[in-house]
């Protein structure tokens, strides 16, 4: 995981961008990589390439408005 996440910074910053996904059927996934499933398995993929276009805005909640901070 750390691996993944430490290749998605080093591409942001050559300005290629990523996305990690985590929710996909493993085992189908797996067989047509022909992944040894005994010495290996999926935890992760991510997919990295160059935008087409610019990004539309994101529109995010304030950080306030969902976490509180209990000191
Ligand atoms: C480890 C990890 C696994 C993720 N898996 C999924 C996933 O399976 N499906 C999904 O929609 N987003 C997943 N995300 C979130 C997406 O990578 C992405 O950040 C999210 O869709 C928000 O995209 P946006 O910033 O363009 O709105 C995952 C994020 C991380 C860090």
């Not at 290749?7 to 996934?29: P, Q």
């Amino acid at each position: 995981m750390f691996l993944a996440l430490n290749m998605m910074n080093a591409a942001a910053f050559k300005g290629i961008d990523s996305c990690a996904i985590a929710g996909f059927e493993r085992e189908a996934v797996e067989e047509i990589l022909g992944i040894d499933t005994k010495k290996q398995r999926l935890s992760l993929m991510v997919p990295f390439g160059y935008r087409l276009n610019e990004q539309p805005p994101k529109y995010r909640r304030n950080l306030g408005d969902i976490v509180k901070f209990i000191n």
